[in-house]
């Protein structure tokens, strides 16, 4: 890949990243709103952000302030909205806000997903870790980064 490349993908990455940010404004979740995108042959192919599954209410606290256990990642909801469509997640770039956890990796993995793109890094990294030990590029980007 010549210089012009990475630097056009890095710019790519930014602007998705950016997105994935605003779509995650969508999320009702209190402590941590996140978005994600999901983008295959240069087109957005499914979105998602964290909260609660269909017909619930949308609320993802606890009385204590606590993630209710049922709550969605921005990663899942992402994957699974493909899964209700014609197509497929198989040599996609997942663009998410924050780093996936272990969970969700294992959703990445099985999907087929080839690249995961996010802005802040989870406190607790095994997600990345077990995504890399597979092969899968994570790439950190700052979406603040100027075009």
């Not at 998705?16 to 402590?31: D, I, K, P, Q, T």
């Amino acid at each position: 890949m010549g210089a012009y490349s990475e630097e056009k993908q890095r710019q790519l990455d930014c602007r998705y990243l950016r997105m994935a940010s605003v779509w995650g404004e969508n999320s009702y979740c209190v402590r941590r709103q996140v978005g994600a995108l999901l983008v295959k042959d240069k087109m957005i192919i499914s979105d998602g952000y964290n909260g609660t599954p269909s017909g619930f209410e949308n609320v993802c606290e606890d009385e204590n302030g606590n993630t209710k256990p049922y709550v969605l990642h921005a990663e899942a909801n992402a994957i699974t909205k493909v899964a209700k469509s014609a197509n497929n997640c198989e040599g996609a770039t997942l663009y998410v806000t924050t780093s996936p956890c272990l969970e969700c990796s294992k959703l990445i993995i099985q999907a087929g997903i080839k690249r995961v793109v996010y802005s802040s890094e989870y406190r607790i990294t095994d997600g990345l870790d077990l995504l890399r030990k597979v092969g899968i590029e994570c790439v950190h980007r700052n979406i603040e980064e100027q075009l």
